[in-house]
């Protein structure tokens, strides 16, 4: 097998210590960049127009992640027929082509989320739904106690207000520490190796695809998308100490709330989406056999599911969400359900972006 290293450090550091260029419209959206507290530029990725009468969604990737995961999800908003909406996709900094910290204790909770603060404060954001995968859901339940900031309505993916040890455990196993390949052909075998046990039906395209938002080209060569320092601010987390959440989920209690999980989720258990539902009774739960968001959309596309016109079949949004995202509380429709509806079984349904 090629999971050799070859990170060349310096060349990384290079690569690695200023933004990537801009991104053209014609790629469905276009960047934004907001400088935080401390000076640090962050960039984020701009879907639809503001002027539009529904409610903005915000979209916070998993860690190690980028604003590039939520690009099906994000066109497929902007571009709705009835409802068309701003979106907003973060790259937190030590992200994508936001810029990357020189101190890694910075890769910490409390500054990701004074980042966002500023982000949502420099695009005069006001109001959103939030979009969280795993470390983006913790930050949307925390982000639903901090004034001024209303959250009106919130999707968590992969996470909730009990994190599991063994999930965090194989994230500190890979961020910062997965092999550099040579090709996105290789790339992708290697994203194969470590995630296929949470990805299991993913097709080849959708690997090839997926190594495309892990890596990028810089002087010839593909290089993390992600600070590897990153590896370092979570040698700190303590598996035995893991703070749970319950005071901000609870926070929620009056706030439309879906939540998704995948029957492979080592992330998010069943124990605990059974104790959030105890908790409050109106509650979106989805679970669905096991493809990523970019991937289930495109095969509903293809097997009958009907497109909307004048949008690619691969960015048809899946029907449960974009219900959830339709309610008048929310400005876009939440069905608020006292029962988990499970949809398939067995496997992993983490449908809005890969990974953590």
Known sequence: MFFHRRHRERQLQEACSRPAADTCLCQGFASAFVTAQDGLTLHVRRYGSRHTSARSVVCLPGLARTAADFHPLATALAADPDNPRLV??????G????????????YTIRVALADLSAVLAALEITSAIFVGTSFGGVLAMMLAVLPPIAVAGVIL???GPVIEPRGLVRIKQYVGKLPVPRTLEEGAEILRWWFNAQFPKLAPQDWIAFAQRTWREHRGALMPNHDLKLARALRGVSLERLPTLWDQFDALAHIPLMVI???NSDILASTTVNAMLARRGQLEVECDAG????ARSRRRAGSGSRA???????DTADCSLCCFLRCPRT??????RSKKRQRGGGERC???ALAE
Request: net charge positive; aromatic share 6%; hydrophobic share 25%.
């Open 88 to 93: 907003l996709a973060l790259d937190y900094r």
């Open 95 to 106: 992200h994508g082509q936001s810029q990357y910290d020189r101190h890694s204790n910075n």
């Open 157 to 159: 993916n992969d996470i």
């Open 261 to 263: 999980r995948g029957a």
């Open 291 to 294: 493809t990523p968001w970019s």
């Open 308 to 314: 909307t016109p004048g949008r690619a079949q691969g």
């Open 331 to 336: 400005g876009l429709m939440v069905r608020h």
């Open 350 to 352: 983490n449908s809005l």
